[in-house]
């Protein structure tokens, strides 16, 4: 049974940091291409950071030079680093898992909230 758990949301004041983990079981985790989605209310899901299987990166431009995405493959583990945050970024952060690329996604975690607010 494949699993991706996500952890590390919260509640944090506008130019603060946050890092989220998802933790992966039950894949391969070293050979799938991971990233981060998120979703505001009343919105669609929009990738934010992927990273391949063999550790290239790709960010969104509303987050450029503020998030970095990085990946342990010997804990099971994708992260992404979140500095500079705006109320803008307030949203479920979601990590998903694709075999073939990162942009088809074979596996959901279930999302952590992030809320970036005064």
């Known amino acids: 049974q494949v699993q991706l758990v996500e952890s590390g949301g919260g509640l944090v004041q506008p130019g603060g940091s946050l890092r989220l983990s998802c933790a992966a079981s039950?894949?391969?985790?070293?050979?799938?291409?991971m990233g981060w989605y998120r979703q505001a209310p009343g919105k669609q899901r929009d990738l934010v950071a992927t990273i391949t299987s063999a550790g290239r990166t790709n960010y969104a431009d509303s987050v450029k030079g503020r998030f970095t995405i990085s990946r342990d493959n010997a804990k099971n583990t994708v992260y992404l680093q979140m500095n500079s945050l705006k109320p803008e970024d307030t949203a479920v952060y979601y990590c998903g898992a694709g075999r073939r690329t990162v942009y088809v996604v074979d596996y959901w975690g279930q999302g952590t909230q992030v809320t970036v607010s005064s």
């Open positions: 039950g894949i391969i985790f070293s050979v799938y291409n």
